[in-house]
Every structure is written in C-alpha cells, then in structure tokens.
C-alpha cells in the first residue's frame, strides 16, 4: 500500500494534495456520529492521502492513477452524511471534491453545475437569474450538490417539489469512471437513478443538471397550538387547501429546551408548526392556523429572521433537530422513520404515549411521486444497540418503514435491497470496485475486473 500510494502522490503533480494526520483526521468524518452504534466502529477509520482536483481534467488523472496502482478511493462532498457514507473503511485516498464547484450555465427552468459546488453558493447563483432550488439539505450551507445526489434524498422544498428522485428534479448526471483509461458516461432522465443515493460507489459524479423554478420571496413562519394532535391535525388538513408551501413541519414542545434562539416564539407550553408560505398564501394560511385554533407568532423573511437573531423555518425540521438537541443533550440519537398510507395521526399519539421520555417527536412532509410523504425523525434516548433494534421493530409493527440511520452500507440504512441496476453500473464505472469499498453490500472482492 505505502509504494502504491507513494507511486500515485508522484503523479499528482500540481494538485493539492495532504496527508498530515489532522487533514486526514478530518477528512475521514461525517456526521456518522449522531449515531453511538455507527460511531464506536467508524470513529477510528482513516484514509491515508486527500487530493483535492480543482478541474475534470485533474479528476480523471486522480481517477486513472488511483486505477492503475489499485488505491481504494472514497469521494468527499461538504462531509455532511450522517451515515458514514465518506467514511473511507480501507484506507486509500480521499477525493475532496469541493474545489470542482463551477456553476456552468443558468437557463430558465435548468442549471448545469459541477459536482462540487456547495449547494448554498449554487442557490444564490440560480436566485440571481429570479430562480431557485426545487429542495436542499440543512446543511445547505457545507453540503455539495454531488453529496445531496448521491448520499440524500430529499430536503426542505420536497413538501412542494417531491424527493430527489422524483422526475425531472435531477435532469442529468457526467460522471467519470475509475480505470486506467477513465470514460465519460452521461446519464440523462431515470437512468440518473444508477448513481442516486449510490455513496459513491460506482462513478465520479463531476457534473449535474438540475430542474428549477422561479424564485419566492418564502416567508418563515411559526404557528403554536395547544397539544401535538392540534399541530398534526392542522398540518395534515392544511395540505388540501391548495397552498403554495415549500416547508411543512410539526415540532412537539419538548424542543422548545432545543430551540432557545426562538426564545417566547416556542414555549415550552405549545407544539408548533414551522413553515416556508409563499407571501401570496399567507393570510390564507394565517386563517387556517386560526381555524384550527392556533397562533402565528412569526411570519418574516429571511432577511428579517436573521436581523431578529432568530432561526430560518428550514432550520427547524429534518436533521437539523437532530443537531439542536445534541448540542445541548449528548444523550439523544435518532431514527428516520415513514408512515404508512393514509396517515392516521392517531398512531403518532399511540406512539408518544408508548415511548413517554424516551422518545421526542417531529414530523415532515414531504411528497414522494405526486403524494403527501410524513416522516417522523423522533430523537431517541440511546440505551444500546440491543435497545434501539427493540423500537425499530416496535414501530415496524406499527405499520412504519425504518430507514435505520445506525448502518454504513446502503441497502441496510434506506434502500432494503441490492439495486442491480446500480450494482451492474459499478462493473462498468468502477470495474476494480475500488470506490468506497464496504459501502454496497452488492459487491464482493470476486466481482472485481481480474488484473
Ligand atoms: P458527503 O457527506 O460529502 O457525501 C455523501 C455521499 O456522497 C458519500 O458517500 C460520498 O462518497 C458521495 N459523494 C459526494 N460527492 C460525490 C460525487 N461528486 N460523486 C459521487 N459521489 C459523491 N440529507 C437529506 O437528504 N435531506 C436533509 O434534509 C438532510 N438534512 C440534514 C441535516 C443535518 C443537520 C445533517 C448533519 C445532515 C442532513 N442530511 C440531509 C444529510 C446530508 O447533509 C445531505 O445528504 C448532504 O446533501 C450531503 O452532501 P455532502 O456534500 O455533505 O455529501
């Protein structure tokens, strides 16, 4: 290994590369920790070389020199996965790729773009030209476009835009494969699905092609109501009303201790509702909350959520919980988890009522293929590994589909099953299954290129 990688640092000339111990230490993480399970076996993981290409051109001489001396690589976005997914579990070299980050061309309804740009940056460029995003991660700000695509799902915005799967969100896909010789492969409509969520496994994700929509103006607002089931209740009838909404989410009131920024806009007293409302919609929304007999207490843009010193509505729901409530709380972890059709607010109190303290709750919508999505993403009291596959079995008898954020591979966190399609991708954009070795349960050693 030493001789290899000393061989392929030699090729790197003029592309930065490191391998101090704290570059490599940081670069070796993600966001896996949120999870005790995950971080008592990945904590100690290392790659032992980063190389950071700042072109295609610099890409594909990484890519063959990591083929030709049979290095593994595993690809880093903004670092921001919860599961490991950039975690490299043999070694080998990191590729960071956030210096690949041009924005190539904005047209109306479509963005080309590299890999690399962090989605936060990509965002502003496409609001320039009066667009915007169809969804983003939280983490926005640190996450890649390349990362979302191959290590997410969905985000604030899925609520109106669908998950990213969904047609048309994700229009195209350059990718370069990990040979001797690397190929360009371009793929355009569902067969994007071969790389999707596939944690880089099977190609180098260099350049995309987004669907976008005209820019709003959202205003973020806060709703209060006197009990969880009025909250739910509330955002489940909303969803008929025909309002342009971009973010729909129910937080209970033992975050309000999480969630000391919104100060008296989240007491401990009331569950809330946070929104993204389309400035047209909101007094129509205004009446809603009032009809299910609710209070707003904010409504204000962005720019006014920031001079107040409070938090924009997109960082209120999904992960981003998560992360409040371990900032102040080490004790949590979490769970992602999707209710059945249809929805029936009942059993979330059936299961607040069960999981008393050790559970804490909130809920998103979002749409998946045309229809309403919720999923819950509870905070969970860790109590052990044995504990936590006791719940995950208990809400699976409820009718719910875990997506286990406890596991490194794909198909044991989201996906379920080996994606053949994906797996008979990665034969021919990662022959020598070099790329994020461990990740895909679909590969074995056997299934590599002979030499
Ligand atoms: P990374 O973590 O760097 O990489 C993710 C995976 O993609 C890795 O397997 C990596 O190898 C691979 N990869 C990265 N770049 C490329 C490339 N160019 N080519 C091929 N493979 C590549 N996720 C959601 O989907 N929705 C959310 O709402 C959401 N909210 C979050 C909130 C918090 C607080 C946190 C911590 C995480 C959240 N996430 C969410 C997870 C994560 O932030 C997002 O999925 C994010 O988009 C990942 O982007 P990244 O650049 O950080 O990817």
Same mark, same amino acid.
């Given at each position: 290994?030493?001789?290899?990688?000393?061989?392929?640092?030699?090729?790197?000339?003029?592309?930065?590369?490191?391998?101090?111990?704290?570059?490599?230490?940081?670069?070796?993480?993600?966001?896996?920790?949120? =999870?005790?399970?995950? +971080? #008592?076996?990945?904590?100690?993981?290392?790659?032992?070389?980063?190389?950071?290409?700042?072109?295609?051109?610099?890409?594909?001489?990484?890519?063959?020199?990591?083929?030709?001396?049979?290095?593994?690589?595993?690809?880093?976005?903004?670092?921001?996965?919860?599961?490991?997914?950039?975690?490299?579990?043999?070694?080998?070299?990191?590729?960071?790729?956030?210096?690949?980050?041009?924005?190539?061309?904005?047209? @109306? /309804?479509?963005?080309?773009?590299?890999?690399?740009?962090?989605?936060?940056?990509?965002?502003?460029?496409?609001?320039?030209?009066?667009?915007?995003?169809?969804?983003?991660?939280?983490?926005?700000?640190?996450?890649?476009?390349?990362?979302?695509?191959?290590?997410?799902?969905?985000?604030?915005?899925?609520?109106?835009?669908?998950?990213?799967?969904?047609?048309? +969100?994700?229009?195209?896909?350059?990718?370069?494969?990990?040979?001797?010789? *690397?190929?360009?492969?371009?793929?355009?409509?569902?067969?994007? +699905?071969?790389?999707?969520?596939?944690?880089?496994?099977?190609?180098?994700?260099?350049?995309?092609?987004? /669907?976008?929509?005209?820019?709003? #103006? $959202?205003?973020?607002?806060?709703?209060?109501?006197?009990?969880?089931?009025?909250?739910?209740?509330?955002?489940?009838?909303?969803?008929?009303?025909?309002?342009?909404?971009?973010?729909?989410?129910?937080?209970?009131?033992?975050? =309000?201790?999480?969630?000391?920024?919104?100060?008296?806009?989240?007491?401990?007293?009331?569950?809330?509702?946070?929104?993204?409302?389309? @400035?047209?919609?909101?007094?129509?929304?205004?009446?809603?909350?009032?009809?299910?007999?609710?209070?707003?207490?904010?409504?204000?843009?962005?720019?006014?959520?920031?001079?107040?010193?409070?938090? @924009?509505?997109?960082?209120?729901?999904?992960?981003?919980?998560?992360?409040?409530?371990?900032?102040?709380?080490?004790? $949590?972890?979490?769970?992602?988890?999707?209710? *059945?059709?249809?929805?029936?607010?009942?059993?979330?109190?059936?299961?607040?009522?069960?999981?008393?303290?050790?559970?804490? $709750?909130?809920?998103?919508?979002?749409? #998946?293929?045309?229809?309403?999505?919720?999923?819950?993403? *509870?905070?969970?009291?860790?109590?052990?590994?044995?504990?936590?596959?006791?719940?995950?079995?208990?809400?699976?008898?409820?009718?719910?589909?875990?997506?286990?954020?406890?596991?490194?591979?794909?198909?044991?966190?989201?996906?379920?099953?080996?994606?053949?399609?994906?797996?008979?991708?990665?034969?021919?954009?990662?022959?020598?299954?070099?790329? +994020?070795?461990?990740?895909?349960?679909?590969?074995?050693?056997?299934?590599?290129?002979?030499?």
């Amino acid at each position: 290994r030493a001789a290899a990688l000393a061989a392929f640092k030699a090729e790197m000339d003029g592309i930065r590369v490191h391998d101090d111990e704290k570059t490599l230490e940081l670069r070796s993480r993600d966001y896996f920790w949120y =999870s005790p399970i995950l +971080n #008592e076996q990945l904590e100690d993981c290392r790659g032992e070389l980063v190389v950071i290409p700042t072109s295609q051109e610099e890409v594909f001489r990484v890519a063959s020199a990591a083929a030709r001396h049979r290095l593994p690589v595993t690809i880093r976005g903004g670092g921001t996965g919860n599961y490991g997914q950039c975690v490299p579990l043999d070694g080998g070299v990191i590729l960071d790729m956030t210096r690949l980050d041009k924005v190539i061309e904005i047209t @109306p /309804g479509h963005v080309r773009v590299e890999a690399g740009a962090r989605i936060s940056r990509l965002d502003d460029a496409v609001h320039e030209t009066g667009q915007e995003l169809l969804m983003y991660p939280s983490t926005r700000t640190l996450a890649t476009i390349g990362g979302f695509i191959a290590g997410g799902s969905g985000g604030i915005g899925s609520f109106r835009n669908g998950m990213l799967r969904d047609n048309d +969100n994700v229009t195209y896909a350059r990718i370069v494969t990990v040979e001797p010789e *690397p190929q360009i492969i371009e793929l355009h409509g569902e067969a994007i +699905n071969k790389i999707q969520h596939a944690y880089g496994t099977n190609g180098i994700l260099v350049e995309v092609g987004l /669907g976008l929509t005209p820019a709003t #103006e $959202w205003v973020h607002v806060a709703a209060l109501f006197d009990g969880y089931d009025a909250a739910l209740d509330f955002a489940t009838g909303v969803q008929d009303q025909g309002l342009d909404l971009y973010l729909l989410t129910c937080v209970e009131r033992r975050f =309000s201790a999480y969630y000391r920024k919104l100060k008296d806009h989240f007491p401990a007293d009331r569950d809330a509702v946070f929104a993204m409302v389309a @400035p047209a919609d909101l007094s129509r929304f205004r009446a809603e909350v009032e009809n299910g007999g609710g209070t707003v207490t904010f409504a204000l843009t962005k720019e006014e959520i920031h001079q107040q010193g409070l938090q @924009p509505a997109y960082e209120l729901g999904w992960n981003h919980t998560t992360l409040q409530a371990l900032k102040i709380d080490k004790g $949590w972890t979490y769970l992602q988890v999707a209710y *059945p059709h249809p929805f029936d607010p009942a059993l979330v109190l059936r299961q607040m009522q069960r999981h008393g303290d050790e559970l804490f $709750w909130h809920h998103e919508m979002a749409r #998946e293929q045309g229809r309403v999505q919720i999923f819950a993403l *509870p905070l969970v009291r860790y109590r052990g590994k044995d504990e936590m596959y006791a719940l995950i079995r208990e809400l699976e008898a409820d009718g719910c589909t875990i997506f286990d954020p406890h596991v490194y591979t794909i198909e044991d966190g989201g996906m379920k099953t080996i994606d053949d399609t994906q797996i008979a991708f990665k034969k021919q954009a990662d022959p020598y299954g070099l790329m +994020n070795p461990g990740k895909t349960r679909g590969w074995t050693p056997e299934m590599a290129l002979a030499e």
